[in-house]
């Protein structure tokens, strides 16, 4: 599981960086990957990335304004001719259905796959039998959400040198074992999952928060989380015009992070007025400050997500 930044800018495209986008890598976990968010320009950095749109299973929208959106059209578009046949599921809230089949079909764009559309206000918005994912309404100008993606524990691994001391070798009976079933082997040895089976593997959380000012609905989102990807529009010696804006401060970030006992905090959504990595160095002090597990995103760099031991 990898975090893959597109995107990192606020507002509008600099020649530094492109507005926001994440992609959430689960090559091992499900041979895909996610993306939050989808700015303009968006299917340019993925070109410019080891990412294949074929690939791309899920896209979330945080919220829809412009820096945040402009680019799906295109990207949907692009899919098709990239090798995309498989299906594909955009959530975002109310209006992105609308804003989609405006632009498609205006555009008399062709998406020869599956395209799913779900709109929602918050709440469990997807689980399978490896994750879900969790939507939560933040504060900014217009309706905007941040994202939980919970990881479901996995089994743990088999102790396969005391099952090989028993005579069992790899095959059909390592899975029941391993699904947590006791097994007879043909001697009548009998074989209980809970002595050759280690402890479950703990699930991973990540947190992705669209545009917001600090908020009460920013901290069940982030609660626990392994990386929390928050935005750091501003330093906070311009709190007052972050609050103005709808937008959080390096520092605020960094108190959201420390609050909700989160591992690793990752900040993005970056002014224009903040040039290169140099000038953004102020924001990363503040919130070292606050919460030393504190990096600041960048584009092209991938970020793992590391599980809890």
């Known amino acids: 599981m990898e975090i893959y930044f597109l995107g990192t800018n606020a507002g509008v495209p600099t020649?530094?960086?492109?507005?926001?986008?994440?992609?959430?890598?689960?090559?091992?976990?499900?041979r895909s990957f996610w993306m939050f968010?989808?700015?303009?320009?968006?299917?340019?950095?993925?070109?410019?990335?080891?990412l294949r749109l074929g690939k791309l299973e899920k896209l979330f929208i945080t919220h829809l304004h412009g820096d945040h959106l402009f680019g799906?059209?295109?990207?949907?578009?692009?899919?098709?001719y990239q090798g995309g046949t498989a299906p594909l599921t955009v959530y975002g809230p109310p209006g992105l259905k609308a804003f989609l089949d405006v632009s498609l079909s205006v555009s008399q764009s062709r998406v020869p796959y599956k395209l799913e559309v779900v709109e929602h206000t918050g709440g469990l918005i997807f689980e399978d039998d490896t994750f879900k994912v969790e939507a939560g309404l933040l504060e900014h100008r217009i309706d905007s959400y941040g994202y939980r993606v919970t990881e479901k524990d996995s089994p743990g691994s088999l102790n396969t040198e005391l099952l090989?001391?028993?005579?069992?070798k790899?095959?059909?009976?390592?899975g029941r074992l391993k699904k947590g079933e006791d097994i007879t082997t043909e001697d009548g040895t009998v074989i209980r999952a809970a002595e050759v089976v280690c402890e479950p593997k703990k699930g991973r959380i990540v947190t992705i928060l669209g545009d917001t000012r600090p908020c009460p609905g920013s901290l069940p989102l982030a609660q626990g989380?392994?990386?929390?990807?928050?935005?750091?529009?501003?330093?906070h010696d311009l709190a007052d015009m972050a609050y103005q804006y709808?937008?959080?401060?390096?520092?605020?970030?960094?108190?959201?992070?420390?609050q909700a006992g989160g591992r690793e905090l990752l900040l993005t959504h970056f002014s224009s007025r903040y040039v290169n990595q140099e000038e953004l160095a102020p924001l990363l002090a503040e919130a070292q400050a606050?919460?030393?597990q504190t990096l600041l995103a960048e584009e092209f760099c991938t970020f793992p997500v590391y599980r809890r031991k």
Do not use: K, W
């Open 225 to 235: 989380a392994d990386l929390i990807i928050h935005e750091a529009t501003f330093a």
């Open 170 to 174: 790899p095959g059909p009976l390592y």
């Open 37 to 50: 968010d989808c700015g303009e320009g968006t299917q340019h950095q993925v070109l410019r990335s080891p």
């Open 164 to 168: 090989l001391s028993y005579g069992l």
């Open 72 to 80: 799906l059209p295109g990207l949907l578009s692009s899919r098709g």
């Open 246 to 258: 709808h937008h959080s401060t390096a520092a605020q970030a960094a108190e959201l992070a420390s």
């Open 15 to 30: 020649l530094q960086r492109n507005v926001t986008s994440v992609a959430l890598r689960l090559m091992e976990e499900r």
């Open 290 to 292: 606050i919460f030393p």
